[in-house]
């Protein structure tokens, strides 16, 4: 059975607004997806709905370290990534709600959020999808002569497919921007990875293709952070792909309709113990970054930018069915 | 007018493209170094170098995804697969990512790619070298297939597919390469929304695309010796598909015969069939025929491969059952 990696927390306090920032996207995230699992259940939400709780201060402490130019590849699991990458939550909503204000029109729902003008290239719903694009996207900013990152997401599932071991390869032979980060939790749906895998250390697989790489404590959004900030620096720098593997959990089953039979309860609480946000909080209070004050602060203002969610999703119109095979081509 | 081979006018467009914009550039397995598994880029690694002339690992579905990529990042990628057949090994990313990105996205995205390679049987490769499966490609959404069949088409639907916001697959039959024609090299990209008329005829309508466009000419000319006048289309665009080219000449003839190279169940052979009965039943004098390749995977043997592809003989002889 996995236990949870416990790294040595940051001795360094961070600066007090951006520690609390992290704090408020971690938690907005957490809320968002209370709030998207409860209206699934009321039946507004459909179709499959993979939630991020456990491994929000991945998203929210990877994103950090990129700029608005950089590009962004995710999952199907990527209602977290969307958030922390500042899409407005009304729009995640109500794409999942199905509806034309919804940030990719009602075409993609839950799985698949788009932004160009953030650079969001899209959730991928099969497993490994995403690298191949990211790949492609790196190879253009470097013909161009764009000194941009492409951050691509992925979980530890997809590294049985061939197509990690594909792009980390012509990554590294090409030298391009990539930032491979890959979110280990442990479960590929319901199959442990060394269930799955000979060599279940990634960074061995990385090593194997001169991809540098590095193992953080995806429940410590400091070390994720600067981890990312190193890596991105590195391929900023013009010395090719790297790769982070983040130790997480998903508290949550796989997806809405996953029974959860595969996972001890114990090792769910355990893994609960380190919860990504209750920890951070601890810590903030312990270095005095965080007041009662400042802790009801955030709730108020999280529980305003949920309810603005939902108030957007529950007005949007409906795409009209006459549009139905509109942006199959262009026009 | 220049002569030259179907090769030489796919090189002559990629050629003219890599020289007039700077975004374009062709990557896939053994397309530099080597020449080209079919000779098409020979040359064009030391015109235009490594930068733009890419070869690639053997990564089919990387390579691909990467050209998506590149192409929703602001270049202008021609990928070669090198077959059909490897092609496969793509097809994820090309049915989930390049078919799907534009309409998931609400039109946020679109991908300028182009997809290139070769196609179908008769060079006695077996069964793992000789599919033809642009029908498969013909049936998503999202995509343009093209199959051009001329020395000038080769050219000309290669620059005018790179001049689509959309991607295009292009499907070159591999017994095409060496054919030669008089071609006009200045002329630039040729129309890719409507199906040819190839010959003219008034007794029965031949539909035909790639490789299968020569059978169905040769079989027009023996007909033509009998006295029978077959009218030939060369649909060049598989999807869109222009019905209204075939069915304007259906409704001339009253008979169709299709030639396609492939397998006869769930083939274009038979889409295109249904569409002739749904748009012009009352014109049909005569069931719509189908020449169609052999259900087995192609085989080795010369005698036995012959038999499992469609044949010119075999169009004269399905052609003259329906005009006794």
């Known amino acids: 059975m996995s236990e949870p990696a416990v790294s040595a927390p940051s001795a360094q306090p961070p600066e007090r607004d951006h520690a609390l920032l992290l704090l408020e996207e971690m938690f907005r995230i957490r809320r968002f997806e209370e709030k998207a699992a409860e209206t699934y259940q009321a039946g507004k939400i459909r179709g499959f709905l993979h939630l991020y709780i456990g491994e929000e201060a991945v998203a929210v402490g990877a994103m950090q370290a990129l700029t608005g130019d950089d590009a962004i590849v995710a999952t199907y699991r990527d209602h977290g990534h969307a958030l922390a990458r500042g899409m407005p939550p009304g729009a995640l909503m109500a794409e999942m709600y199905g509806k034309a204000n919804g940030c990719s029109r009602g075409r993609g729902g839950s799985m698949h959020f788009f932004d160009a003008s953030r650079r969001f290239y899209g959730g991928y719903a099969i497993v490994s999808g995403g690298l191949p694009i990211a790949v492609g996207l790196a190879l253009a900013d470097k013909m161009r002569g764009l000194n941009r990152v492409t951050a691509c997401f992925f979980g530890e599932g997809a590294v049985a497919e061939g197509e990690f071991h594909e792009s980390l390869n012509l990554a590294e032979l090409w030298q391009l921007p990539v930032l491979f980060l890959c979110e280990n939790n442990l479960y590929a749906m319901g199959t442990a990875l060394e269930r799955s895998e000979s060599e279940t250390r990634i960074a061995v697989k990385a090593a194997s293709y001169r991809v540098p790489s590095e193992t953080v404590d995806g429940m410590d959004v400091l070390a994720v952070e600067a981890a990312t900030r190193a890596a991105a620096g590195a391929v900023r720098g013009g010395s090719g792909p790297r790769l982070l593997e983040f130790e997480t959990y998903r508290f949550r089953a796989h997806s809405m309709s996953d029974p959860d039979l595969y996972r001890a309860k114990e090792e769910i609480e355990r893994w609960k113990e380190r919860d990504p946000i209750t920890l951070f909080e601890e810590r903030l209070r312990g270095w005095g970054l965080l007041t009662d004050d400042e802790q009801a602060a955030i709730d108020e203002r999280v529980g305003a930018f949920i309810d603005v969610a939902v108030a957007e999703a529950e007005a949007g119109p409906w795409e009209a069915v006459e549009d139905l ?6 026009e | 007018m220049q002569r030259m081979t179907y090769r030489e006018a796919v090189r002559s467009a ?18 530099g170094r080597y020449g080209g598994a079919f000779a098409v880029s020979h040359g064009l690694l030391a015109e235009f170098g490594e930068e733009r002339v890419r070869d690639t690992p053997l990564s089919e579905s990387t390579f691909v995804g990467a050209g998506i990529g590149a192409a929703l990042n602001g270049m202008r990628p021609i990928v070669e697969v090198m077959t059909v057949n490897f092609s496969l090994l793509a097809m994820d990313q090309v049915l989930n990512n390049a078919a799907t990105l534009r309409y998931m996205s609400g039109g946020q995205f679109n991908i300028p790619l182009v997809v290139r390679m070769a196609t179908g049987g008769g060079r006695q490769l077996a069964a793992q070298h000789s599919h033809s499966l642009e029908g ?14 001329t020395v000038a088409d080769a050219r000309g639907m290669l620059l005018a597919a790179l001049r ?33 008329v190839r010959r003219e005829g008034t007794d029965v309508t031949l539909v035909a695309s790639g490789g299968s466009l020569p059978k169905a000419m040769t079989a027009a000319e023996t007909l033509a010796d009998e006295g029978v006048q077959a009218e030939v289309i060369d649909l060049r665009t598989l999807r869109p598909l222009d019905m209204e080219t075939v069915v304007a000449s259906v409704v001339k003839t009253h008979r169709a015969v299709i030639v396609d190279e492939a397998w006869r169940t769930g083939s274009l052979a038979g889409e295109v069939s249904a569409q002739i009965m749904e748009r012009a039943f009352n014109a049909l004098d005569w069931p719509v025929q189908r020449v169609c390749g052999a259900e087995v995977p192609t085989p080795y043997a010369k005698h036995m491969e012959d038999a499992a592809l469609p044949r010119a003989e075999t169009v004269v002889e399905t052609v003259r059952e329906m005009v006794r």
Do not use: K, N, Q
């Not at chain 2, 990629?14 to 397309?31: I, N, T």
């Not at chain 2, 998503?140 to 297939?145: E, L, Q």
């Open chain 1, 325 to 330: 095979e509109r942006y199959v081509m262009s």
């Open chain 2, 164 to 196: 689509e916001p959309d991607p295009v697959f292009i499907f070159e039959h591999a017994t095409l390469y060496p054919m030669e024609d008089e071609i006009d090299e200045r002329a630039g990209a040729c129309d890719i929304r409507c199906a040819a």
């Open chain 2, 14 to 31: 990629l050629r003219e493209a890599l020289a007039a914009d700077p975004s374009v550039f062709l990557m896939g397995e053994d397309v």
């Open chain 2, 136 to 149: 498969w490609y013909a049936h998503i959404p999202g995509i343009r297939v093209l199959a051009p069949a």
